[in-house]
């Protein structure tokens, strides 16, 4: 399902999820010093959305960033 667009998954490296056709593998840490609270998103591929899920969508991977950097000046 993967393959063909159909989802999303976290899984663990050695299922090789880079090598496969159309997937796209993202890096993540998971613990006391890294990513926390997981946030996903889901959506049928094609489906009408709303505008304000839409508008919500667009704007989260500035607020992911902009977390980062709040939260490493606090690391120090």
């Known amino acids: 399902m993967l393959?063909?667009?159909q989802?999303?998954?976290?899984?663990?490296?050695?299922?090789?999820?880079?090598?496969?056709?159309?997937v796209k593998a993202i890096d993540v840490e998971v613990?006391?010093?890294?990513?926390?609270?997981?946030?996903?998103m889901l959506w049928k591929p094609?489906?009408?959305?709303d505008f304000a899920v839409s508008e919500a969508i667009?704007?989260?991977?500035?607020?992911w960033a902009e977390s980062a950097v709040t939260l490493a000046g606090h690391a120090g």
């Open 3 to 5: 393959e063909s667009g």
């Open 7 to 22: 989802g999303w998954a976290f899984l663990p490296k050695h299922f090789a999820a880079a090598s496969w056709r159309d």
């Open 31 to 40: 613990g006391n010093l890294a990513l926390s609270q997981m946030i996903v």
């Open 46 to 49: 094609g489906m009408t959305i």
């Open 58 to 63: 667009k704007i989260i991977p500035d607020v």
